[in-house]
C-alpha cells in the first residue's frame, strides 16, 4: 500500500469523516465520492495533485503530510502546519538548535 493511502486513511479517521464525506467536501461527485475515496486508500488508484490539494485543504493538512514515511514526521508536519506565523518561528529556531544546524536558507528553490 502506498503511503499516501496510508496517511489518508489516518487524516481522514482522526477527522471523523466517512469516505464519502470527504471525498464531497473535495469536490468528487456524490455519486462516486466514497467509492473513489476508497480506492484512494486501498492504493488502486492515486489522485493527482489537485485532488490532494483539495483533500488536504478540507483535512486542513499541507500536501506534505500525506507523503511523509515515518508516522513521527508526518505528525510533525501536522502539528507545524497548525501552529500561527510567530509559533512556527519559534519550533523552527528550537529545532534548529536542538539538531546543531543553526540554520538553514530556504528562501529559493534548490540548486
Do not use: C, W
Not at 493527482?48 to 493538512?61: C, E, F, N
Amino acid at each position: 500500500m502506498s503511503i499516501f493511502a496510508v496517511r489518508l486513511k489516518q487524516a481522514r479517521k482522526a477527522a471523523g469523516l466517512s469516505q464519502e464525506k470527504l471525498g464531497v467536501l473535495a469536490g468528487v461527485d456524490e455519486m462516486s465520492a466514497s467509492a473513489r475515496m476508497n480506492q484512494y486508500e486501498r492504493g488502486k488508484h492515486e489522485p493527482d495533485i489537485a485532488m490532494v490539494t483539495r483533500i488536504a485543504k478540507v483535512l486542513r493538512l499541507p500536501v506534505s503530510f500525506f507523503y511523509a514515511e515515518t508516522d513521527g514526521e508526518a505528525k510533525l508536519i501536522a502539528a507545524y502546519y497548525r501552529l500561527d506565523a510567530s509559533q512556527k518561528a519559534v519550533l523552527l529556531e528550537q529545532a534548529l538548535a536542538f539538531a546543531g544546524i543553526g540554520s538553514v536558507d530556504v528562501s529559493g528553490p534548490p540548486s
